[in-house]
Nanobody
């Protein structure tokens, strides 16, 4: 089955860190660029980061630049999003996306 599966979300205090994972199955994961998109309650989707297929180039939205780091291990068919210095505005459902293929999402809640 072709799918993306996110994991690693949870509840974290302001200033804390989380690392999200995105595992791809059923296709040649390493041939595709990958994006992370989030959606906060009551808001539309927000693109936050992209990594090209080789992992050699990355890009970030201004809202997360300097705090989040995207990476991938194509040998493991997995991408990651390291999130540091989290604040309440980072509370959202986080999705990894390849083309029009979306994962099911993982919830990140930043709260004291």
């Amino acid at each position: 089955e072709v799918q993306l599966v996110e994991s690693g979300g949870g509840l974290v205090q302001p200033g804390g860190s989380l690392r999200l994972s995105c595992a791809g199955t059923g296709f040649s994961f390493g041939e595709y660029d990958l994006n992370w998109v989030r959606q906060a309650p009551g808001k539309g989707p927000e693109w936050i980061s992209r990594i090209i297929s080789s992992g050699d180039m990355t890009d970030y939205a201004d809202s997360v630049k300097g705090r989040f780091t995207i990476s991938r291990d194509n040998n493991k068919n997995t991408a990651y999003l390291q999130m540091n210095s989290l604040n309440s505005e980072d509370t959202a459902e986080y999705y990894c996306v390849i083309g029009d293929l979306w994962g099911q999402g993982t919830q990140v809640t930043v709260s004291s």
